[in-house]
């Protein structure tokens, strides 16, 4: 029997590789004949071992856990066995001055991705301080002379738990500080935000930037479009019960059992816009809502403050049941959809409207305000 052919990655088969190049292609918004040797092409050069450094400012370290340990070999494990990580304190073997070296000679040499794990400190600069340097000056610095900034995570994005009121330490999201204190108006930041860090965001967001020779397209808050893109309620697996009409009032009560939506304990996917229910987490297993907990909108600036107390429901949501069966008649034949969203829509014509449904499949997942660096 023939050895089967390898890839260029320890231990993955050419066809193997050419599965996850196929499902990597879905996730950046790729598609026909040459999709797949596009994102090939592009892991093949990360083969080369692009340089990264990896700053650790006001955080938990639950970003570099996230993306470190995933478990399941797919495409992150991928990716993360062939980078080369230059500098990240908590995880590399140097210390001391010969850490400062390694810091130093990449970031000298210009040729190197920067990825940022936590708030910066503004206020009380001495809260992070890192070679006796403080969070802002290495930020400052390490910016200008990358390949690109990511900033992953809540914490980096908008300043995460660290930035909640009162925010004593004047803690800000690298995009914020650079383009405020910082001094640089026009700086681009990768806003790659959830609490904690998605490693399959990380990934994606590098490999389409190699693929498309340029960063993605951001939305107002920095995010890219093609993984923010839509809200968490779009793709919830709870979906259909929600157009059903079909809530969870109180958690261990008889619509917690049967899998209902949690909107009315506290579910912020109406208003969130993240991949949760694609990418998932735990090697792509699970997610807060598939295991009964509603979403905190935790991938939204400010979120501490704004989406608290987490379990009460989000004003403003239109549920189902809050529209009447002469309004809807009323307004269609109007010919108008003001006030009722199209979905909506489309449950009454197809008679699911205050009815039971099937919560709806998962058969369609997966498949920068700023501009590029």
């Known amino acids: 029997m023939a050895h089967e ?36 092409n592009a892991l093949e050069q990360l083969a080369k071992r692009p340089a990264i450094v990896w700053s650790c400012f006001q955080e938990c370290l639950g970003c570099s856990v996230n993306l470190l340990q995933s478990r399941k070999p797919g495409p992150a494990n991928l990716i993360l066995q062939q980078i080369s990580l230059n500098y990240h304190e908590a ?3 140097p210390a001391g001055s010969q850490a400062e070296k390694s810091f130093r000679d990449t970031v000298d040499s ?25 969070s802002m000056d290495i930020c400052k610095d ?36 650079l383009r405020n204190e910082g ?6 930041v990768i806003n790659s935000p959830r609490c904690p860090g998605n490693a399959d965001d990380t990934v994606a967001i590098l490999l389409y930037a190699i693929v498309n020779k340029k960063l993605p397209e951001l939305d107002s808050v920095g995010r890219p479009k093609f993984l923010f893109g839509q809200l968490v309620h779009d793709n919830c697996e709870r979906r259909g019960h ?28 109406p208003i969130a816009y993240a991949p949760c229910p694609k990418t998932r987490w735990n090697g792509n297993n699970s997610w807060p809502v598939a295991a009964g907990g509603p979403c905190i909108g935790c991938s939204e600036p400010d979120f501490w403050d704004k989406q608290s107390p987490f379990y009460e429901k989000t004003p403003g949501i239109r549920l189902p049941g809050d529209i009447t069966p002469t309004q809807i008649g009323v307004g269609l034949g109007a010919l108008t959809a003001v006030g009722i969203g199209a979905h909506f829509i489309g449950q009454a014509a197809t008679g699911r409207l205050f009815k039971g449904a099937p919560v709806e499949g998962k058969e369609d997942e997966m498949g920068p305000k700023e501009g590029g660096k």
Not at 13 to 23: H, I, N
Not at 142 to 154: L, P, V
């Open 5 to 40: 052919e390898m890839s260029l990655f320890p231990g993955l088969s050419r066809r193997d590789f050419l599965k996850t190049c196929g499902a990597l292609a879905g996730l950046i918004g790729l598609s026909g004949p040459m999709a797949v040797p596009k994102v090939a």
């Open 91 to 93: 995880v590399m073997a």
């Open 110 to 134: 210009k040729d190197f991705y920067y990825v940022v794990e936590g708030a910066v400190a503004t206020k009380i600069p001495e809260a992070i301080t890192i070679g006796g340097k403080t």
């Open 142 to 177: 390490t910016y200008q002379k990358a390949k690109a900034t990511i900033a992953i995570g809540t914490c980096a994005t908008y300043g995460g738990i660290q930035a909640a009121a009162p925010n004593p330490t004047g803690a800000k999201g690298v995009g914020d500080y």
């Open 183 to 188: 001094g640089i108006s026009d700086a681009v």
């Open 242 to 269: 929600f157009d059903a009409g079909e809530f969870v009032e109180v958690f261990g009560d008889a619509g917690s059992d049967n899998g209902w939506c949690l909107y009315k304990v506290g579910c912020k996917g």
